[in-house]
Structure formats: C-alpha cells, structure tokens
C-alpha cells in the first residue's frame, strides 16, 4: 500500500497546457485531414467521370477557309473517361408540333480526339421537315437530350440541348444548354 502511495505523492503536476496541447493539435490535425480526404474525394469524383455533349455538324471547305454547315448530322463528344450512354433522344418541333423523334438507348463511346460520333437525320425526313417557307422554319427546334453513365456504372449524368433553326444560315442556334 505505501507504493500506490509514493506513486500518487510524486505524480508531475504540470500547467495544463503542456498536457493538453499535443492532444488539441493531434486532434486538429485529424479532423483537417479528414476534410481533405473528403474535398479529394469529391475532385476525384468530378474528374474522374465522363464529359458527353452535343454539337452542330459541319465540314471545313479547305479552299474558301470556311465551315459548310450540315444541319441533318448532329456531332457527339466524348471526354474523359468512356461513357455508357443510357439514351439519346433527338426531335424536331414546329412550335408544339412534334416533326420528327428517335431515341438510340445503350451503346458505349470511348474518348478520342481523331473520331466522330455523329447522328444523321434520314435525307427524305429532314426535306419533308425542310420543305416549309423560311418564315416557318424559323419556329423550328431542334432538342437533343442524353443520359449517361460512366463505363461501370454509377451515377447518371444528363445533358440537354435545345436549338432553333436559322434558314439564312442553314444552321442550328444554341437557345438552352444544361449539363450535370
């Protein structure tokens, strides 16, 4: 019994600063890295994923250095990482008028600069859609929708374009664009 007694009576009797500082900085230094790891994740999350979007279609005439617009084709792109792309939905409205609509569901597109995913409207259902006075093809859009997913699944990305048509130009505007 005298030993517990020795041990207790000569116990350091510290400020409590020099006890209780290397734990606070033991503890700030895990919970600063825990968010770390958290924002980490969260960037390797987002650059990680597959980029899909969709574009007008032309070709470059090398002679006149201009671009001849092909307003029947639309251009996909494909960044990243491969994608599963879920379904692409392509219509053609006059004003609340559904004129044309096809949907494409699972097919995989891989990421590269030297190709081309395009979708071409059939040449005898575009003329009937193009057959109409510029006046009325004005009120022309064109939306184009796509759901996605990273090769092995995972979360669900969207991307949404609407276009109007613009008969001087012979092209597709922009109007609306989202992505997630």
Do not use: H
């Not at 890295?33 to 924002?39: A, D, E, H």
């Not at 070709?59 to 990482?81: A, L, M, S």
């Not at 093809?137 to 759901?147: G, M, P, Q, V």
């Amino acid at each position: 019994m005298n030993e517990t007694k020795v041990l207790i009576d000569n116990w350091p009797n510290n400020p409590w600063f020099k006890d209780w500082m290397p734990i606070i900085i033991a503890l700030i230094a895990l919970v600063t890295s825990i968010v770390s790891l958290y924002l980490t994740r969260q960037a390797y999350v987002k650059s990680s994923r597959p980029f899909v979007w969709a574009s007008n279609y032309g070709v470059i005439d090398v002679e006149k250095k201009n671009i001849i617009p092909i307003p029947f084709r639309i251009g996909f792109r494909v960044k990243n990482t491969p994608a599963q792309i879920v379904c692409v939905k392509v219509e053609i409205k006059y004003r609340t008028e559904i004129l044309f609509s096809n949907v494409i569901e699972n097919i995989v597109r891989f990421p590269d600069e030297k190709s081309e995913w395009s979708y071409s409207i059939g040449k005898i259902d575009f003329e009937k859609i193009m057959n109409r006075p510029d006046s009325d093809k004005i009120n022309l859009t064109r939306l184009i929708f796509i759901k996605y997913t990273a090769l092995g699944g995972g979360k669900e990305y969207q991307y949404q374009l609407n276009q109007l048509f613009e008969p001087t130009e012979n092209q597709w505007k922009d109007i609306y664009e989202n992505a997630e």
